[in-house]
């Protein structure tokens, strides 16, 4: 049977993953990607074999899994559906696919994939491996263990992979060298703080790798770690019920599975019989999350991975009291994304100061003075390298960038020397919230947090080189200080080293606007930044958490942004542990996942009064797997959660019964003008009813489906009755002004956050017509010029409304907190006001998204005010400068400026919507946008030429699309091929199109 020559395969993955390792899902899921350059191009059917050998990939000789021929064009989250698959073993696969012609297409030699140890016990698989800790080492002593083991190796080597996890952080080497992972292109890249955060009294990751190479040709392997305490035993863990206040003992456990030339197995495990040694005099003398890292490179031991090493007068190790504490933990494979080193972000400074002491005290408006200046650099002038620095000085250093991650530093100087480096994310202003003179480094918004790594030179002639790796630090500058030594020091280098789980970039838009184009690499920034190991609310200060309101209202932009599937999946499996854990009666979804601290960000949790509900942070635990299954198309999350979704459910019911009443919030946090925290709960009530009834068809269940349709039309009764009032002139009111539970110490808000609560709030209009919480069309189109009217917040608005807090702000700015910025700009285009939608978007004074660009943004703000050079520094109670939240944004940049979304009725993108919107008052003229989808690149370009749009699409192979193309009328809209518009209404010509390339013309 001949092969089709015009298509080929692409995207080959399993799990999502090319090439994965440490698989450990009983039915593995393959995709693919169809590339054709022929348009019209789809899949008919497909036939997956699955061999232990490559040689057997073939149809007749597939010994594992022969799916045989399959009608079908599903070509995205296939499951393996073969006999169960063996622990610890390589799998080959291929896929063959069959064209609409009927053509075959061959991947060829495919790919493949490993097994993980299959187990969850941490005991079946491990060959006796043990969790082991340090003999003799006191709690929370200083110095990080360093473990080693040395063994002959059995024969010339093949393969070999480690297993490994901790209780802790694990640093690795074998036979010299760091522990890196290989990528496609044979470069090695280096994680941060594995194996990464979860709740480890019910689940702990374990990590594969690949270690062939570093035994290859050697005659012994020499296995060491590092532990460091990561969120295990880090203040950032208080509360959890595995955290201890005296502190945390360190443990690792590993097995390193090695196989020889002649097929035997040689095996090294972590146990107490077989010779591991530990010791903690090495020069990691003290890490923490929030505090950072103290290294002594005078304690450097060199040798200390390598065979030879005297390891004679290191202590033994004992068996870690952890499985008796926890006996029913689970050890499973990580599934998400490890949060990873990104050499190609390389960070590098782009200004350098040296100041000493302060001059011109008691000037500028908080009295402290300025920086004494002492010599400044800049690129791109030549020559920044190398900066001299005396005791008495400070460096600063200014990449250019706000990022997360680690410094990379070159020094030379006197063994001894100890170095104080700080980093920031903003420099001091002379305003009153300043915490220092003019020009230094800002830290006060770090609040408890230390954020600081301490360095002590070894003296080596040539300079030596520190990259810190038990901690992460978010800034943009980093200022360097000899703290002990009576001499200075030369600094040869210094680059910001990025570390993320957002590795692989999916979307991108651009437009013919550079400020609108700066907001959206702020929101990659906030969004790289802010995806290590979990979502976090942000990278600097004593917090550092998983919220889940963030999570929930980003996660669209987040799947838009980047390949985020996998990270998002884990991150639910850790939400419904932390439900079962934390959660109100086990039911409740939690405010804050992993871990216990703000788990539970409720009045009642709090003070023993008011509402016991977090909604608009709990609904993450139904809003994520419906968000994934759109953009995706997987129901995976969806059917492995169900029953933890209808457990939230069903307690929400029993909180209200018959009054269909949501269980509380803390409402439109950070909102310029207030809601009532029990109307935002009713309305996350309603949406999750919603997304429910979608979810619950979608899995075939016909009963649940019925039931939480019924639930939204009764919460919606319910709500109508409370909040939609119709005054004598038929005028209608939504009341969100109501604060129905005086208890609710958030109602008022918390110290450093409050808001005056009023009717017809921009974020309780939004979600009334979001949700269609009105009776009528009638009462809709005075929901929509309430809304218009409250925006565009024109004198006469202020006249009319002159209690309200919109008096004290521009027209056309934002007034909404985090439960109403990711709706916004849809809700008003939906409602047929794009015009501004897109006047929000270009608004540049405050509330605005431009406005932090405008103030010097490189990263998305916590707080609309979080910074003004009139004003100064926001209330350092909750100021972080790289908050990823108000970056929902770009989800109505991809959906609707660039016009690319999936068909809710065929998710995934399996069917494109292209519903491209211009700026009626051509502001913006020109918007790129990409997808990088499972199925190939989607783009559409337009550009805006007086009244002449013309818009480009791409379409992959086995996907199709329907086109809405905004034109005047029918006659004014036209293709490049000349296809006719299958209809015409409000505004837009509707093409329907099959994969390819097009290009549309109409005059709007």
């Not at 909180?655 to 709960?681: R, V």
């Amino acid at each position: 049977m001949p092969l089709s020559k015009h298509i080929w395969l692409d995207q080959l993955k399993v799990e999502y993953r090319v090439n994965p390792l440490g698989i450990d899902r009983e039915k593995p899921r393959f995709s693919w990607s169809m590339v054709s350059a022929e348009p019209g191009q789809y899949q008919t059917a497909y036939q997956l074999l699955v061999a232990s050998d490559p040689a057997r990939l073939t149809r007749d000789e597939a010994d594992v899994w022969n799916s045989g021929h399959v009608a079908s064009d599903k070509s995205t989250a296939v499951p393996y559906a073969g006999p169960a698959l063996l622990p610890a073993t390589r799998y080959y696969w291929r896929v063959i696919v069959w064209d609409q012609r009927n053509n075959p297409v061959d991947s060829g030699a495919g790919g493949y994939f490993e097994t993980g140890l299959k187990s969850t016990d941490g005991v079946e698989g491990w060959d006796g491996a043990q969790w082991i800790a340090m003999e003799g080492k006191a709690l929370n002593s200083p110095g990080a263990p360093m473990l080693r083991k040395s063994v002959r190796l059995n024969g010339n080597v093949t393969s070999a992979r480690l297993y490994i996890s901790a209780l802790g952080t694990f640093k690795v080497h074998i036979n010299g060298q760091a522990l890196g992972v290989r990528d496609q292109d044979g470069n090695t890249e280096y994680e941060l703080l594995s194996p990464g955060w979860s709740n480890y009294d019910a689940t702990i990751h374990y990590m594969t790798y690949d270690v062939t190479s570093y035994l290859v040709n050697q005659e012994v392997a020499v296995m060491g770690a590092i532990l460091g305490n990561g969120w295990y035993n880090s203040r950032i863990s208080k509360g959890s019920a595995y955290y201890a206040e005296e502190g945390n003992e360190l443990a690792l456990m590993a097995k390193l599975l090695i196989t020889m030339e002649d097929g035997s197995v040689q095996v090294l495990v972590t146990d107490t019989g077989s010779g591991w040694k530990t010791n903690d005099d090495g020069p990691y003398r003290e890490n923490d999350i929030y505090d950072g890292e103290a290294y002594d490179a005078t304690r450097e031991m060199t040798g200390w991975d390598l065979p030879g090493f005297d390891d004679s007068g290191w202590n033994g190790v004992k068996e870690h009291d952890f499985t008796g504490r926890f006996p029913q933990v689970k050890v499973v494979s990580y599934k998400g994304t490890p949060a990873r080193i990104l050499d190609e972000l390389d960070l590098h400074p782009q200004t350098v100061t040296v100041y000493e002491g302060i001059i011109n005290e008691g000037s500028g408006r908080n009295g402290r003075g300025e920086i004494g200046i002492v010599e400044q650099r800049s690129l791109p002038s030549a020559g920044m390298f190398p900066m001299a620095l005396r005791p008495a000085e400070h460096i600063v250093f200014d990449l250019g960038q706000n990022m997360v991650g680690i410094p990379r530093l070159t020094l030379k100087g006197k063994a001894g020397i100890r170095l104080s480096i700080r980093f920031g994310e903003m420099l001091n202003d002379d305003s009153e919230g300043a915490d220092g003179p003019k020009g230094s480094v800002y830290f006060a918004n770090l609040r408890k947090a230390k954020q600081t790594a301490f360095y002590t030179l070894s003296g080596k002639e040539n300079g030596e080189t520190y990259q810190p790796a038990m901690t992460f630090f978010g800034f943009r500058y980093v200022e360097i200080t000899v703290v002990a030594g009576d001499s200075g020091i030369e600094i040869l280098e210094l680059t910001g080293k990025v570390a993320s789980s957002f590795i692989n970039q999916t979307g991108r838009i651009e437009t013919s606007d550079p400020d609108i184009n700066k907001l959206f690499s702020n929101v990659i920034w906030g969004h790289r930044g802010n995806y290590l190991w979990i979502p976090t609310d942000c990278p600097q200060r004593d917090e550092r958490l998983g919220w889940t309101g963030d999570t929930q209202l980003f996660a669209n932009t987040a799947l838009y942004n980047g390949d985020c599937q996998l990270f998002l999946e884990n991150y639910m499996d850790i939400l419904v542990d932390s439900q079962r854990i934390y959660g109100p009666d086990q039911a409740s979804f939690t405010s804050t996942a992993p871990g216990f601290k703000l788990s539970n960000f409720y009045s009642r949790f709090r003070t023993g009064k008011g509402p016991v509900g977090q909604s608009g942070w709990a609904d993450v635990g139904i809003i994520l797997p419906w968000t994934v299954w759109q953009m995706t198309g997987d129901t995976i999350m969806m059917e492995e959660h169900f029953d933890s979704m209808t457990a939230y459910m069903d307690w929400m019911i029993a909180q209200t019964g018959e009054q269909y009443k949501g269980p509380g919030s803390i409402g439109d946090w950070l909102g310029f003008q207030g809601t009532g925290n029990q109307l935002m709960s009713d309305v996350y009530y309603a949406y999750d009813a919603v997304l429910m009834a979608q979810m619950a068809k979608a899995l075939h269940k016909k009963e649940d489906a019925v039931k939480y349709k019924a639930l939204y039309l009764n919460i919606k009764e319910a709500f109508l009755k409370r909040y939609i009032v119709s005054g004598e002139n038929g005028r209608v009111t939504v009341k969100s002004s109501i604060i129905e539970d005086p208890d609710d110490e958030f109602e008022d808000g918390i110290a450093v956050y409050r808001s005056v609560k009023e009717d017809d709030t921009q974020t309780a209009l939004l979600w009334c017509l979001k949700l269609r919480l009105y009776t009528d069309e009638g009462q809709r189109k005075q929901l929509i010029r309430l809304l218009e009217d409250n925006i565009r917040n024109t004198p006469e608005f202020k006249a009319a409304h002159p209690d309200s807090t919109r008096v004290h702000y521009p027209e056309n700015t934002l007034s909404i907190g985090f439960l109403g910025v990711n709706i916004i700009a849809p809700v008003l285009t939906d409602m047929g006001l794009s015009e501004l939608a897109y006047s929000l978007l270009l608004q540049d004074q405050m509330p605005s998204w431009l406005y932090s660009v405008k103030n010097g943004a490189t990263t998305i703000w916590e707080r609309w005010n979080s910074y003004s050079a009139e004003h100064g520094f926001g209330n350092v109670g909750m100021n972080s400068f790289n908050h990823y939240s108000y970056g929902a944004i770009a989800e109505w940049m991809y959906k609707y400026m660039a016009g690319i979304s999936p068909d809710p009725e065929l998710p995934g993108f399996k069917h494109i919507l292209f519903k491209p919107v211009p700026d009626p008052l051509k502001r913006i003229t020109t918007v790129k946008g990409a997808y990088e989808s499972l199925y190939g690149t989607i783009s559409c370009g337009w550009e805006l030429d007086a009244d002449v749009f013309t818009c480009r699409i791409s379409v992959p192979a086995n996907t199709s699309a329907t086109v809405y193309m905004p034109a005047r009328s029918e006659k004014d809209s036209q293709s490049e091929d000349r296809m006719k518009p299958e209809e015409f209404g409000e505004g837009r010509a509707v093409y329907k199109v099959k994969s390819g390339s097009y290009t549309f013309v109409s005059k709007i």
